[in-house]
């Protein structure tokens, strides 16, 4: 069952939000694959087949020469925050101290040309809250995502760090030495095949676990359009806190900052800042919250009628971009029905959002 579920989720078009929907549809991996020719005609997609056994088979040796392990949705040591995700991972190569990711942690991400005050600031945060028991997360980039993780491996802490690659493809490259040492005293974790080169649309996709496996995320340094911000919604719309230190108003990497500020997240002046805000967002008797379980189940469309949808979308885009709105008059949806499908099909990059609420067609 586990290779059918890693056959599920490296099968052309299967991205996370569908392979969960294709378990539910279908009750298991295997029944999926069987189904999974069918979905692909109605969507107009003729002689698909699923990923073949050999590759799989190839991706488990290599990954296994690594000293990685493959967690698989639902297992007992799959990390319990992100169960109740509707785009949760649904495999993991873990290499490292699996335990990790299931301590409560708190994400620290921000600005990759980041100021010599913003490092300073993320050593501090990081080195804090790794001292108060808690797991600092982070995306592996330059600058802030770097200065938190080599900070909590000086202290002797937990840190996760989640690589946009294969598990053993670390970028940028000089980060190397510092994920050897993450692998060593903490944990390294991937949702790609070992070797994957990472590529522009999987940086959104590590962001969005980034998030979900903190109870908070904190922006250190963030201009107003970047990655940074992506990981904030993300945590938005997972539920999780959202804190930003401030800035600034004439340095360009705090505008992001200021903005979610603007907007209501948490000031952040130092770890104690952080810390008050778990305590006062906690249940009664914890010291932190604890991930929510999954509420009731919100029906979702049988996935053949997913599949004609973004068969419908990908044919009226191109690569002149239109706008939303104009795709929400042409197919005769909501905005409702429309915006999960649109976020499906940008996570998978086949399609890319501009400027200006357009879109346009990756092909």
Same mark, same amino acid.
């Given at each position: 069952?586990?290779?059918?579920?890693?056959?599920?989720?490296?099968?052309?078009?299967?991205?996370?939000?569908?392979?969960?929907?294709?378990?539910?549809?279908?009750?298991?991996?295997?029944?999926?694959?069987? +189904? /999974?020719?069918?979905?692909? @005609?109605?969507? #107009?997609?003729?002689?698909? $087949?699923?990923? !073949?056994?050999?590759?799989? %088979? =190839?991706?488990?040796?290599?990954?296994?020469?690594?000293?990685?392990?493959?967690?698989?949705?639902?297992?007992?040591?799959?990390?319990?925050?992100?169960?109740?995700?509707?785009?949760?991972?649904?495999?993991?190569?873990?290499?490292?101290?699996?335990?990790?990711?299931?301590?409560?942690?708190?994400?620290?991400?921000?600005?990759?040309?980041?100021?010599?005050?913003?490092?300073?600031?993320?050593?501090?945060?990081?080195?804090?809250?790794?001292?108060?028991?808690?797991?600092?997360?982070?995306?592996?980039?330059?600058?802030?995502?770097?200065?938190?993780?080599?900070?909590?491996?000086?202290?002797?802490?937990?840190?996760?760090?989640?690589?946009?690659?294969?598990?053993?493809?670390?970028?940028?490259?000089?980060?190397? +030495? /510092?994920?050897?040492?993450? @692998?060593?005293? #903490?944990?390294?974790?991937? $949702?790609?095949? !070992?070797?994957?080169?990472? %590529? =522009?649309?999987?940086?959104?996709?590590?962001?969005?676990?980034?998030?979900?496996?903190?109870?908070?995320?904190?922006?250190?340094?963030?201009?107003?359009?970047?990655?940074?911000?992506?990981?904030?919604?993300?945590?938005?719309?997972?539920?999780?806190?959202?804190?930003?230190?401030?800035?600034?108003?004439?340095?360009?990497?705090?505008?992001?900052?200021?903005?979610?500020?603007?907007?209501?997240?948490?000031?952040?002046?130092?770890?104690?800042?952080?810390?008050?805000?778990?305590?006062?967002?906690?249940?009664?008797?914890?010291?932190?919250?604890?991930?929510?379980?999954?509420?009731?189940?919100?029906?979702?469309?049988?996935?053949?009628?997913?599949?004609?949808?973004?068969?419908?979308?990908?044919?009226?885009?191109?690569?002149?971009?239109?706008?939303?709105?104009?795709?929400?008059?042409?197919?005769?949806?909501?905005?409702?029905?429309?915006?999960?499908?649109?976020?499906?099909?940008?996570?998978?990059?086949?399609?890319?959002?501009?400027?200006?609420?357009?879109?346009?067609?990756?092909?």
């Amino acid at each position: 069952m586990r290779l059918d579920c890693l056959r599920l989720a490296r099968s052309r078009r299967v991205g996370a939000t569908t392979w969960h929907r294709l378990i539910g549809e279908h009750g298991d991996a295997r029944a999926a694959l069987a +189904a /999974l020719p069918a979905i692909a @005609a109605a969507a #107009g997609v003729e002689g698909y $087949e699923p990923c !073949p056994e050999g590759v799989v %088979q =190839a991706e488990m040796k290599r990954g296994n020469s690594l000293g990685a392990r493959l967690l698989v949705h639902g297992e007992a040591d799959y990390p319990r925050a992100l169960l109740d995700l509707p785009d949760a991972p649904p495999v993991l190569w873990v290499l490292g101290d699996v335990s990790l990711l299931n301590r409560p942690g708190v994400a620290l991400v921000g600005a990759r040309n980041a100021s010599s005050l913003g490092v300073r600031m993320a050593r501090r945060l990081a080195q804090g809250l790794a001292g108060a028991g808690l797991a600092v997360i982070s995306g592996m980039a330059r600058g802030i995502d770097a200065a938190a993780h080599a900070a909590v491996v000086e202290a002797g802490g937990a840190t996760i760090a989640v690589l946009a690659g294969g598990i053993d493809v670390v970028y940028p490259p000089e980060n190397d +030495a /510092l994920a050897r040492e993450i @692998a060593d005293k #903490g944990c390294l974790i991937s $949702e790609h095949p !070992p070797g994957l080169e990472p %590529q =522009a649309r999987h940086f959104p996709l590590r962001n969005r676990i980034v998030a979900g496996l903190s109870r908070a995320v904190v922006v250190v340094e963030a201009a107003a359009k970047s990655g940074s911000l992506i990981t904030a919604k993300a945590g938005l719309d997972y539920g999780r806190e959202v804190m930003a230190v401030p800035g600034h108003p004439f340095d360009a990497r705090a505008s992001g900052c200021n903005m979610l500020l603007r907007d209501g997240a948490v000031l952040v002046r130092g770890p104690q800042d952080v810390l008050e805000a778990l305590v006062a967002s906690a249940h009664p008797g914890t010291e932190v919250r604890e991930p929510s379980l999954p509420g009731p189940e919100v029906p979702q469309p049988p996935l053949k009628e997913v599949a004609l949808l973004h068969s419908m979308i990908l044919s009226r885009l191109g690569p002149s971009p239109i706008a939303e709105d104009q795709l929400v008059r042409d197919l005769n949806l909501s905005p409702a029905q429309l915006a999960p499908e649109l976020l499906s099909l940008e996570l998978e990059g086949r399609i890319v959002r501009q400027p200006g609420g357009l879109l346009a067609r990756v092909d």
